[in-house]
């Protein structure tokens, strides 16, 4: 992960250290977010889909979804 440009974490709990080190961090079900984000990503484009998520507003399936301060790629 550390030569990674972005990473994308995915988790039902909001706490878990990974949000911390993630580019974008989504608070929701696994199975019911990737489903929509692969959706999203081949109609829009992956790198448009991440950069239309807003800080803190919602995502696929109206998960929680933001652009995190961590990025554990530095």
Known sequence: ???SDI???INIDPNVRMFQLATY???GDLYQV????IKQA???GLKELLQGLPAGGAAP???QASKS?????E
């Open 61 to 63: 399936d109206g998960a």
């Open 25 to 27: 961090g989504i608070v």
């Open 7 to 9: 990473i994308v974490a």
């Open 69 to 73: 301060g961590g990025g554990g790629h």
């Open 42 to 44: 081949k109609e829009k």
């Open 1 to 3: 992960m550390e030569h």
């Open 34 to 37: 990737v489903p929509e984000l």
